[in-house]
């Protein structure tokens, strides 16, 4: 087995041929179903998140100006700790595979949100910019740790969501006691 940076390149490029010998084996979905808490006692959302080899629980709690207690982290926090996973691992597998050891990788991600529009108060963006930044610490070239950071840009799945427009199909299921 051949590891670099926690990634396992042999899977990686065992999947990459599968991909190329059947495209229908690159599709995967991805189901999350929770429930909102209408008691006071308990976080606001939770969800029990399952995957491959097993399961974890997502609680939530919106900050006190949403009307939350701010307990916990917010549905914000979720999708900003997202994007810095899905980012950081496409760049480090990106790495992986183009042969650059890193000795220590950290994200951050930060936006300014504009809650105006959530109120109906306004018809400003709720967020102009997302900024993420890599702290790459390596011996690698300069020029191959920027290819790695492109391939990453180009490639992680929720850069992509983010980036281009997603088909949001609603539906609500209405219930009677």
Known sequence: ??????????????????????????????????????????????????????????????????????????????????????????????????????KKLTTRVEADVNFSRVFGLGDNPVMEEVRVTLNVVSDAPEAKIKEAEELAIQRCPVVFTLKNPVKLTPFIKITRD
């Open 1 to 102: 087995m051949s590891r670099i940076n926690n990634v396992d390149i042999d899977k990686v490029k065992a999947f990459e041929e599968a991909i190329k010998g059947d495209p229908s084996k690159a599709r995967k979905t991805q189901v999350i179903e929770g429930e909102w808490n209408v008691k006071e006692d308990k976080a606001q959302f939770k969800s029990t998140i399952k995957f491959e080899n097993g399961q974890t629980v997502f609680e939530t709690d919106s900050p006190t100006f949403m009307g939350g207690g701010g307990n916990l982290a917010g549905p914000m926090h979720y999708c900003f700790y997202g994007l810095a996973s899905c980012y950081t691992a496409t760049f480090a597998t990106m790495a992986s595979m183009l042969g650059i050891e890193l």
